[in-house]
């Protein structure tokens, strides 16, 4: 974030009133230039991305330290148009986002990667639409051992994992990818009956079910 920084200049001639009236200015300057007092379990993270971007759409949501859905379609609306711009559609839902040409034609990784340059310095993407997912799968902000536990659970209560399968164990499993595709590999089909309720319990294990 580029900062202001507000400067009173003082000549040292000066009197001792305009000397003390100068610092008044510029401690009022400072009170109205303050930072918002971000709370909740994000905090840090409104925090930070307040700091970091120096988009006014996105300066504006982020300071009440919520995401609300009128702010969401707001900056949705706003990437929607930068991405145009550059010749994609663009599109945001429940499962992800989604990037198209508006000539219907593949788009290459090249051409997505310029868009992205673009656009998400611009609107301000990297500050929000993270922060956003986090909100809805992680919404206390629990550590990612209690992610972990909470994913376990759901895979065993829908019998994707076994009964007996320690926290340990899954941890193991799910940094070895061969491990990982043995294991589950068959509920990642998106033709397996089972693929949405596998997806939900490890993107979405709080609100999996």
Known sequence: MRHIRHMCRIVATMGIVALSLAMASCGQSTATDAQPEFTGPYAAEFRKNYEETDNTLVKGILKDSKITDAEFEEFKSAYVSCMKEQ????????????????????????????????????????????LYDSLHSNPDN???????????ACLVKHGYAPQDMTLQEYQDINRDNDRFMAT???????????YQQFYACMQDPVNAG
């Open 87 to 130: 010749g994609l559609i663009w599109d945001y839902t429940d499962t992800g986002e989604t990037t198209g040409s508006a000539t219907g034609a593949d788009v290459s990784a090249e051409e997505l990667h310029r868009a992205t340059d673009v656009c998400n310095p611009k609107t301000g993407y990297m500050q929000l639409i993270p």
């Open 184 to 194: 589950f590999g068959k509920y990642m089909d998106n033709t397996s009956p089972d």
């Open 142 to 152: 629990l550590a990612p051992d209690e992610l972990e536990k909470r994913a376990l």
